[in-house]
């Protein structure tokens, strides 16, 4: 079964931390993978995209690596501030053919919280 | 340029109606997702068109379905509504399914049903 997981589940943090947010796929087998932002009750928004075929994408203070070998994606947060708190969701677009069609794979996300 | 659309924002139903959301993608994206979102179950999948066609569906009851239409916009309908379908309703649409720019999310549906 193709299965996203996100550790921590929540953290909270003094303002100005460099912090690292985790995720894990059970196959390695992807299409994409990318990262969103979702503040309370609003929709996602798209922070970075990385294709199989990268190892790392980066985006003003945000930086995603992926390692397809070992299932893994980090997206490293450099000089975090409070207007940085919300969830982020990992979503896997898996390589399964016609039942990958349009599906992403969320992970379960991690709270964030940075405190001034 | 728009972003992605979904209309109403928030829905009140009682439990045993129906209800239709719909979502307008980003001019020129002719693949939407939806997608369900609970504290319990996080995101999940529901189905995806493309070009008018159900491409995929998730595992969902067939109480859920949906359509779209020849201007990509697309709607889902759940009927006999249970107290377990109150989520937040997500829509996403890309250029196409195979898109090397990803997803664009909606800012959803609040459904409440009582």
């Known amino acids: 079964k193709q299965e996203v997981t996100q550790i921590p589940a929540a953290l909270s943090v003094p303002e100005g931390e460099n912090l690292v947010l985790n995720c894990s796929f059970t196959d390695s087998a992807i299409y994409n993978l990318q990262w969103f932002r979702q503040d309370p009750g609003k929709g996602l928004t798209s922070l970075l995209l990385?294709?199989?075929?990268?190892r790392e994408q980066t985006s003003g203070r945000l930086n995603a690596s992926l390692d397809k070998s070992s299932g893994r994606s980090t997206l490293y947060i450099a000089a975090s501030q409070p207007g940085d708190s919300a969830t982020y969701l990992c979503a896997v677009r898996f390589q399964a053919g016609g039942t990958s069609y349009g599906k992403l794979t969320f992970g379960q996300g991690t709270i964030l919280t940075v405190h001034p | 340029k728009a972003g992605v659309t979904q209309t109403p924002r928030y829905l009140i139903k009682t439990r045993g109606q129906q209800v239709t959301l719909s979502c307008s993608p980003i001019s020129g994206h002719r693949s939407v997702s939806w997608y369900q979102q609970t504290p319990g179950q996080g995101l999940q999948f529901l189905f995806e068109?493309?070009?008018?066609?159900?491409?995929n569906k998730g595992n969902f009851p067939g109480r859920f379905s949906g359509r779209q239409f020849s201007n990509s916009r697309s709607e889902m309908n759940v009927s006999t509504l249970e107290l377990g379908d109150s989520a937040l309703y997500l829509c996403a649409s890309s250029s196409t399914p195979d898109s090397l720019y990803g997803y664009t999310f909606g800012s959803g549906t609040r459904l409440t049903v009582v």
């Open positions: 990385i294709q199989s075929s990268q």
């Open positions: 068109y493309f070009s008018e066609t159900q491409r």
